[in-house]
């Protein structure tokens, strides 16, 4: 079955401090990947996404993911923090087109 | 412009009976796909309708169903609740298939089932 696994389930940074969350997905086909953000009393919303092209794509609020194919990775990263950016982050994957699959997430906090 | 809203927002059920849980998508928006997300886990994919059909089903039992209307609303129906049928129900809108774009998710519908 399609999975994706993210590292860690907590996350704690200091502010300015650097982040990079992991994301790994089991399919060896063609998949579309996305990273969603989900903002405390906020639904879930979207990052970024990678379909096709230039792997490192970036996203949102200073956010970047980096699409590695021969790993099935799709890593998370901000060079600096801030304390807003306190929120669970899930990565999917799109199989067969209809099906998002999403990780367990990871639950960040920023100190301040 | 509205974002996909969700009712109920919160609802406690015992087990053995049925809810029905409702979605507006973004006006324009064809598509709706419905995820459970229990506590400590991510959303897990139900269905999805686009354009009144099914195009495509998770690995939940035949108790769970859905329906797009005309209006490319959508209803969720789960029948038989189990204590394990406790989580927030999601319900997202995109203008097309997962595949092609973005999902826009709604606040959820919290079920308890006790």
């Known amino acids: 079955a399609q999975s994706v696994s993210q590292h860690n389930h907590h996350v704690i940074l200091s502010e300015a401090a650097s982040l990079e969350l992991g994301c790994n997905y089991s399919?060896?086909?063609?998949?579309?990947l996305f990273w969603y953000v989900q903002y405390p009393g906020q639904h879930l919303q979207l990052l970024l996404k990678?379909?096709?092209?230039?792997?490192l794509v970036k996203g949102i609020k200073g956010f970047e993911a980096e699409f590695i194919k021969s790993k099935f990775s799709f890593n998370l990263r901000k060079p600096s923090v801030q304390w807003s950016d306190t929120a669970e982050y899930f990565c999917?994957?799109?199989?067969?087109?209809?099906?998002?699959?999403f990780g367990a997430g990871t639950i960040l906090r920023v100190k301040s | 412009d509205a974002g996909v809203t969700q009712s109920p927002t919160h609802l406690i059920k015992t087990r053995g009976q049925h809810v029905t849980l409702r979605c507006s998508p973004i006006?324009?928006?064809?598509?709706v796909s419905w995820y459970q997300q229990v506590l400590g886990q991510g959303p897990q994919f139900i269905f999805q309708?686009?354009?009144?059909?099914?195009?495509g089903r998770g690995n939940f039992p035949d108790r769970f169903s859905a329906r797009q209307f005309p209006n490319y609303s959508s209803e969720l129906n789960v029948n038989a609740l189990l204590l394990g049928d406790s989580a927030l129900y999601l319900c997202?809108?995109?203008?097309?298939?997962?595949?092609?774009?973005?999902?826009?998710f709604g606040e959820g519908s919290r079920l308890t089932v006790l």
């Open positions: 997202a809108s995109s203008l097309g298939t997962t595949s092609t774009g973005e999902l826009f």
């Open positions: 399919y060896g086909g063609t998949v579309n």
């Open positions: 990678y379909f096709s092209g230039d792997p």
């Open positions: 999917a994957v799109t199989y067969y087109g209809n099906k998002l699959v």
């Open positions: 006006s324009g928006h064809k598509s």
């Open positions: 309708y686009y354009e009144k059909e099914e195009r």
